[in-house]
């Protein structure tokens, strides 16, 4: 078998970065030499049993004597074709070695390893050796030297994944390499395993002299100081497809830092691929951490295993999302089948039936991915599934059809860490404008209050500068002791703000409030009246302040911009507070600003959007592609018709211009909320990064409120996207106005200034189309589910899409979610589709079959169809054709299905380029 080869050996040179060099092998943030295309390019030199992979998985063997024989026969008769077996946890093996110290439940008269190559020869099964390299237990015999250790020299003592008697360790020592180069000889030299899957490979922040020293050699510099700071687990390289940055996004040093520890992984992952090639030419490598530019080359496949339940109230079509993100590489993306789903906010619950673990397979096939079983139910008919239909789920030769890009984040990110720093409040400018605090917590002096539009913090001397009338323009400073007293209340129920003289105040004179405990239900409000603002924002509240002692560290906040009519938000709570810090003297503290929908369910800021944004398209029976955000690059996007934008809030300047480019060139841009507002190290810019491709500038906010709703306006000529019920509106809006886009929507109600703001802005631009939604629709649908939404975006896709969609699915009994993908060798398009009939949180035991499927599908250009076919049903549909469009109706919809549009032969059977369908838009750009 062909093998490609593996990275370059030698001395990786290092190029510069801020203060420092930083390895030339490592990518920068953000940014990729070329595109990330994944099934678009997969690998075809795969061994045949990696190329519908049909996994089951245990993480460390029945320990009695013919138990793991017992097991592999179990899962060989579901039909499972290879097994990965636990073998090496926290540095102790699950067999006999000759070398390591051995688990205190390995029995001396079994080897579960030997016994399962047994009965996997006999079952024409393959094994892969599992080893957990992360962590080392308490009485190996390098224990203390392999662990991390702290910026002092000490041992780090942090329980490695919360087990006692454990600890992480540091992958830079060279006894750990050493240790499981001769772990990986032993498994796969020695017994024969087939390769090794290798959990938990991760640097982590450690100080021991090997670190320190190859920090020096790689990057000419000593560790930065501080950085212990961000902890011990700051950096777990699993389900990123780049680095993340350790501390500040926009330190140069923590991303020098960073990216050496990305350095030192890549290191590692080469060093345990050619480990495992090096004692068996054809073994198979499969790392659990996702592979980054730079170590793709070692993999043979990855595992998609996502330990995440924010932002997830629904959790039906929760593992949908997640092979769908992790289908992005070119090798197979492995996901766990773990029985249990997860809600946010909710206990745990365990997955009982064959039927509801049956349909956590179906997702995962139907997005590209191939389930990992860890348990025998609901694995029988997907596995006979996959068995019997290997050539609709192959590898190498199927190929996700570009149509609509959906790009996100499944985890808070660095970037996001930098938006919520800094994260202020919008403003109308003008005279209206008004500040209150309120008793939050006692004893606390409060001597000046500063509201700032420029990002910066304020300090002593700035504040003396802008109160002479020299300070910034951006810049409001007001002595808390100056409060409006008409409209201010200083005492009620024994509770009172009291002024006192104070020499150390900058003046003259704090506030305090006094009489009360830690109150959640404030009564005094001291108001204040701002000068004229000549900036929408956002503006970001700090106080000078004491706090003498943990426990009296805070108060609450409000603003209102019609002069008190009206506060945001409308009942103070811990997202809009000064303080959790507790200076001993005065020092300037940042307040917080996190509003927080209406009533219903808490949201997340950044995740919530793409979250509901996904089950929006998922339940509109539109196929959906994610990718990272990393992919915002134009050859990624090569072939996509349409980007989805759900509050995508940081971009950088290049990826602005390509998406400028790439509406010009045809495409289809839908992009919600504070998109663009920031840049990739967090910074706010002063509008939309994309405002030119919306069409609008941003003015302010308009925090929610109950009785607000979205409703479509009645302007002549203008498409139907907004049904005319309406939505309600549960989360802030901001507010824009329009330039050269016209309003479709209007967002109207209590709170809502005028005759409303826009609430869907629709351009067109070149040969593209635009719709903005500047409100959080797409992350109420995460919590709430109201079903408008979903007939808005399908009406929005369709619209910016010109009509051109391969497949929309529609079914009056049942929600059926479609993904969409193409065989040219075999000249066919398959579409998998997935009923979503059951409660979207609820357990069930059974999935009713829905009727009456209608699906209409496009036929590409330069295709002739030949036949419609649902495969598994083994059926011919009936079908109505009209331009480049059919429509078929499936009878019936059990749990899954494939429908095969089969072409007349003698078409064009290479891989299709994105660049030879003229449907397709040129993204372009840089």
């Known amino acids: 078998m062909m093998r490609r080869a593996l990275l370059c050996a030698g001395t990786v040179l290092c190029a510069a970065e801020g203060a420092g060099a930083a390895p030339a092998s490592v990518s920068e943030r953000m940014t990729y030499a070329g595109a990330l295309l994944g099934r678009l390019e997969p690998r075809q030199d795969l061994p045949a049993w990696m190329r519908v992979p049909r996994w089951c998985t245990t993480d460390s063997p029945p320990w009695g004597k013919g138990e793991t024989a017992a097991l592999v026969h179990g899962f060989a008769d579901r039909h499972a074709e290879v097994l990965r077996l636990g073998m090496f946890w926290g540095g102790m093996s699950h067999y006999p070695s000759a070398f390591a110290p051995h688990s205190p439940s390995l029995r001396a008269d079994v080897d579960p390893l030997a016994e399962a190559l047994a009965a996997a020869r006999d079952r024409n099964m393959r094994v892969l050796a599992y080893l957990n390299p992360n962590a080392v237990r308490e009485g190996h015999p390098l224990f203390d030297e392999l662990c991390i250790v702290d910026e002092s020299g000490r041992p780090w003592d942090v329980k490695a994944y919360g087990r006692e008697g454990t600890r992480y360790v540091c992958l830079n020592n060279p006894a750990f390499l050493a240790f499981y180069s001769r772990a990986i000889a032993e498994l796969v030299g020695d017994y024969g395993a087939d390769g090794i899957y290798v959990d938990g490979l991760s640097p982590h922040i450690c100080g021991c002299r090997h670190c320190r020293e190859k920090f020096r050699a790689d990057t000419g510099q000593d560790l930065p100081q501080g950085i212990a700071a961000f902890g011990p687990l700051t950096v777990l390289w699993e389900m990123t497809s780049d680095w993340d940055v350790v501390g500040e996004v926009d330190n140069p040093s923590h991303r020098l830092y960073s990216r050496w520890l990305m350095r030192c992984l890549t ?192 300090s002593d001397d700035d504040c003396r500068r802008t109160l002479a009338g020299a300070g910034a323009a951006k810049a409001v400073y007001l002595p808390a002791a100056a409060f409006d007293a008409r409209t201010s209340v200083t005492a009620a129920g024994g509770r009172r703000w009291t002024r006192n003289d104070d020499p150390l105040a900058l003046g003259r004179a704090h506030m305090v409030s006094e009489g009360h405990g830690n109150t959640r239900e404030p009564a005094l409000a001291l108001t204040y009246r701002l000068p004229p603002l000549a900036s929408p924002g956002p503006w970001a509240l700090w106080a000078r302040v004491v706090f003498p002692g943990v426990g009296s560290d805070s108060f609450y906040w409000q603003v209102s911009g019609d002069g008190g009519a009206t506060w945001s938000p409308d009942a103070p709570h811990d997202g809009f507070a000064v303080g959790w810090e507790q200076p001993q003297a005065y020092a300037w503290v940042r307040a917080r600003a996190v509003p927080r929908p209406a009533g219903g369910a808490p949201t997340d800021r950044f995740l919530s959007p ?31 018709r349409i980007v989805v934008l759900a509050n995508e809030v940081c971009l950088s300047n290049a990826q602005c211009a390509m998406l400028l480019a790439f509406v010009r060139g045809g495409g289809g841009l839908i992009a919600t909320h504070e998109t663009s507002l920031y840049d990739l190290e967090g910074r706010r810019r002063d509008d939309f990064g994309l405002a030119e491709v919306f069409g609008v500038t941003l003015q302010g906010t308009v925090p929610p409120a109950e009785g607000q709703r979205v409703v479509p306006t009645a302007a002549a000529g203008m498409p139907a996207i907004v049904p005319p019920e309406g939505l309600a509106n549960r989360e802030e809006h901001l507010a824009v106005l329009p330039r050269d886009a016209a309003v479709a929507a209007r967002l109207l109600g209590p709170g809502v200034p005028g005759e409303g703001v826009p609430a869907l802005t629709l351009k067109e631009m070149g040969q593209g189309r635009v719709a903005y939604l500047p409100g959080r629709l797409d992350s109420t649908y995460s919590v709430s589910g109201q079903t408008a939404f979903v007939r808005l975006m399908g009406a929005a896709v369709d619209w910016v899409a010109r009509g051109r969609v391969p497949v929309q ?103 299709p380029s994105a660049h030879s369908d003229p449907n397709r838009p040129k993204p372009g750009g840089p």
């Open 267 to 458: 290191e590692s992952t080469q060093a345990f691929a050619a480990a495992a090639r090096s004692a068996r030419k054809d073994a198979v490598v499969v790392f659990h951490t996702w592979p980054k530019p730079d170590t793709l080359s070692c993999y043979d496949g990855t595992l998609n295993e996502i330990y995440a339940s924010r932002p997830w109230t629904f959790t039906l079509w929760k593992r949908a999302e997640f092979s769908n993100w992790g289908d992005v590489f070119a090798v197979p993306s492995l996901v766990n089948i773990y029985l249990r789903q997860e809600p946010w906010n909710e206990p745990r619950r365990p997955v009982t039936s064959a039927a509801e673990a049956r349909h956590l397979y179906w997702q995962v096939l139907a997005n590209g991915a191939y389930p990992n079983s860890w348990n025998y139910l609901g694995m029988e008919r997907p596995f006979a599934v996959m068995r019997d239909h290997a050539d609709c789920l192959d590898f190498p030769t199927t190929f996700p059809t570009p149509f609509l890009a959906l790009p996100r984040p499944m985890f808070a990110e660095a970037r996001h860490r930098a938006v919520g720093a800094n994260t202020g409040v919008c403003l109308q400018p003008g005279c209206e404008v008004r500040l209150r605090i309120l008793e939050r917590e006692p004893g606390g002096r409060i001597d000046m209050l500063c509201l700032r539009a420029d990002g910066r913090p304020p």
């Open 610 to 640: 793409p979250t509901g944004m996904f089950a929006a398209l998922l339940h509109a029976g539109l196929p959906v592609r994610q990718m990272h955000p990393n992919h915002i690059h134009a050859a990624s996007l090569d072939g996509f």
């Open 809 to 911: 699915v529609t079914c009056a009994e049942g929600l059926v979610g479609a993904t969409c993908f193409d065989q040219p060798s075999r000249n066919r398009r398959l579409v998998h589709l997935v009923s979503y009939a059951a409660d979207w949180a609820a357990a069930f035991d059974r999935l009713a079959p829905v009727a009456n499927v209608q699906v209409r599908l496009e036929i590409p250009a330069g295709r002739r169809l030949r036949d419609v076919r649902a495969l598994l049903s083994g059926t011919s549909l009936t079908r109505e054709t009209a331009d480049h469009t059919i429509r078929v109706t499936l009878p019936s919809l059990d749990e899954y299905e494939i429908l095969e549009l089969s072409w007349e032969p003698g078409e064009d059977s290479r891989e």
